[in-house]
């Protein structure tokens, strides 16, 4: 039997360009983000001219691991999960299965959220950390953003669900 999909890490930045802050809960506000996020605040790296629904990004730890064994091949340094700049590390699921998330609305630790777009690798971290292979490793493997639809807490070990599921 395989294991089901959970959180595996959370992180917020308080600011654009700080560095990623590990949380053990994160308080979600609908239609907003991660109470203490840089995207939830208004305060981001994005473009003014193009908005989109950047309340939370996901990433699939799995997509982190297939990306550092390619840089490890490469002779780069491999990427942690704060480096990837996405606000959820969601474990036993691939990068693939999370990227077929956007469009659909699912479930973390009970609350909705629905995907809204793939975050494609940018230059973002890649300028952060002064490492430009960010780009070419995480290509497909970049997580994916979502719209937060209820409010609540959200803690390691909670479940990814397509259907509503109770909290233990």
């Known amino acids: 039997m395989t294991a089901s999909p959970q959180i595996h890490s959370l992180y917020i930045a308080n600011l654009a360009g700080e560095p ?3 949380i053990g809960q994160a308080n979600i506000v609908s239609g907003e983000g991660i109470v203490g996020d840089r ?13 989109k629904i950047r309340h939370i990004s996901l990433i699939a730890l799995s997509g982190i ?14 990427f ?37 777009e793939l975050c494609v690798p940018c ?16 290509e497909g493997r970049g997580g994916i953003r979502v719209e937060a639809l209820e409010s609540g807490i959200l803690t390691n070990e909670d479940l990814l669900t397509h259907q509503l599921n109770i909290r233990r």
């Not at 995207?39 to 908005?51: D, E, N």
């Open 20 to 22: 990623m802050i590990q």
């Open 39 to 51: 995207y939830a605040a208004g305060l981001g790296a994005f473009s003014v001219k193009q908005p």
């Open 65 to 78: 691991a297939d990306a550092n064994r390619e840089l490890l091949a490469n002779q780069h340094i491999p």
């Open 80 to 116: 942690n999960e704060g480096d990837t700049r996405r606000n959820i590390v969601i474990k036993h699921l691939s990068a693939d299965e999370l990227n077929k998330l956007v469009g659909k609305t699912f479930y973390l630790g009970g609350l909705a959220f629905k995907g809204t």
């Open 123 to 138: 230059q973002r971290p890649a300028k952060l950390l002064a490492r430009p292979d960010f780009i070419k490793a995480f």
